[in-house]
């Protein structure tokens, strides 16, 4: 069966990065988009972009240009989020969703930052 | 980026009655293919959100029949024919044809 298993909760200072990672299993892991998606407390859903697997293209929303990177390991299935300069409101659960319709969701990753 | 306007923002069902959910999209989702790239995913109590509904009306695997979508070109609609007690949560509508991807604000489903 399809899962995407996310890392754990971070806790990060202002101005710092975060990477999450995203392991996949239960599919070929380089036959379908990795969308990361977050969540703010008490807030909807956000898109942040988009990883290809298979080339490692990418494609990342207006707002987190310059800030966002998305990278893949295809050797243990795993995608990677890492964001930068850190400030409170980037305070949120952090999913991955496999493209398809976003058929498949990780648990989320809850980055807390905080002084 | 296309603007996705649900209402009601909130919605309280007495168990066994219908329910439905409006969606509206500031841009046409109707693809060149034919195909409208619309989804619905219900976000249950501390669970990430799940697919419901794909492609206007394509119900994903397992989900019940109890659950349909609707809809063309900018407005859509989530019905829920019976609801259950396990139909509380988020509900939010998402499009797919353009980028940035966006969301519905979400509406919350509770039962009387």
């Known amino acids: 069966q399809v899962q995407l298993v996310q890392s754990g909760a971070e806790v990060k200072k202002p101005g710092a990065s975060v990477k999450v990672s995203c392991k996949a299993s239960g599919y070929t892991f380089t036959d379908w988009y990795m969308h990361w998606v977050r969540q703010a407390p008490g807030q909807g859903l956000e898109w942040m972009g988009w990883i290809s697997p298979n080339t490692g293209d990418t494609n990342y929303a207006q707002k987190f240009q310059g800030r966002v990177t998305m990278t893949r390991d295809t050797s243990i299935s795993t995608a990677y989020m890492e964001l930068s300069r850190l400030r409170s409101d980037d305070t949120a659960v952090y999913y991955c969703a496999r493209s398809g319709g976003f058929d498949y969701w990780g648990q989320g990753t809850l980055v807390t930052v905080s002084s | 980026d296309v603007v996705m306007t649900q209402t009601p923002l909130s919605l309280s069902v007495t168990p066994g009655q219908p329910a439905s959910i409006s969606c509206k999209s500031s841009q046409s989702l109707l693809h060149s293919d034919g195909k409208t790239y619309l989804s619905w995913f219900l976000q249950k109590p501390g669970q990430s959100p799940q697919l419901l509904i794909y492609?206007?009306?394509s119900r994903f695997s397992g989900v019940p029949d109890r659950f349909s979508g609707s809809g063309s070109g900018t407005d859509f609609t989530l019905k829920i024919s019976r609801v259950e007690a396990e139909d509380v949560g988020l509900y939010y509508c998402?499009?797919?044809?353009?980028?940035?991807?966006?969301f519905g604000q979400g509406t919350k489903v509770e039962i009387k």
């Open positions: 492609e206007l009306s």
């Open positions: 998402m499009q797919g044809i353009h980028l940035p991807k966006t």
